[in-house]
């Protein structure tokens, strides 16, 4: 099939099909060419702001160093834990939030999900639809216990916990849990 020569110039100059020197070149462009945002901005607290500052990721990195170093640490024992609010109802204003605690570590592997549902009883249909070995619970206690079941830490192989500051992660009996269990959080 011969095409006639004017669309012929056009697929020759389209920008698909211009070879591009590397793949930075093409980031960048993307980044230009970018118009729209991808997800609605969400408003950041004044602590969270105060505690993001090149002083404060400084100290951060400084003591990661210094446990990696005292604990050697490999990439499949360093996890990053962290907690979402999920709601059952799409809408944009969710009446019922359950919590979902997830990890993955440096190597990629991830924990499946670990929902806290706010009831008193917990049944077996409310994980209908869940990603396989998803468990839940039906009050906020127990996520650690989860964590463990998947990392198995030992004296010999401890883990590295990177976790933000909510409290189901520093309240005192999730952090003596985590100390008998060669768990070291941060």
């Not at 009446?95 to 924990?111: D, K, R």
Request: glycine content about 6%; some cysteine.
């Amino acid at each position: 099939m011969k095409l006639c020569p004017e669309v012929e110039e056009d697929i020759k100059e389209h920008p698909v099909r211009r070879k591009k020197k590397n793949f930075a070149d093409d980031l960048h462009d993307l980044n230009n060419n970018l118009k729209t945002s991808l997800q609605k901005p969400e408003l950041t607290s004044l602590g969270r702001l105060m505690g993001f500052n090149k002083i404060q990721v400084g100290r951060f990195f400084d003591l990661l160093r210094d446990m990696k170093l005292k604990y050697k640490f490999g990439p499949g024992r360093i996890s990053n834990g962290d907690e979402n609010d999920l709601s059952m109802v799409p809408s944009k204003q969710p009446i019922v939030l359950f919590p979902t605690v997830c990890s993955i570590n440096a190597q990629g592997t991830c924990a499946p999900p670990y929902i806290i549902f706010p009831r008193v009883q917990m049944r077996p249909e409310l994980l209908n639809g869940c990603p396989p070995g998803s468990d839940a619970i039906a009050h906020p206690s127990g996520w650690i216990k989860y964590f463990i079941k998947f990392t198995h830490p030992s004296e010999e192989n401890p883990i590295l916990l990177i976790a933000d500051n909510h409290s189901s992660h520093c309240s005192l009996d999730t952090i003596n849990v985590c100390r008998s269990n060669s768990i070291q959080t941060y």
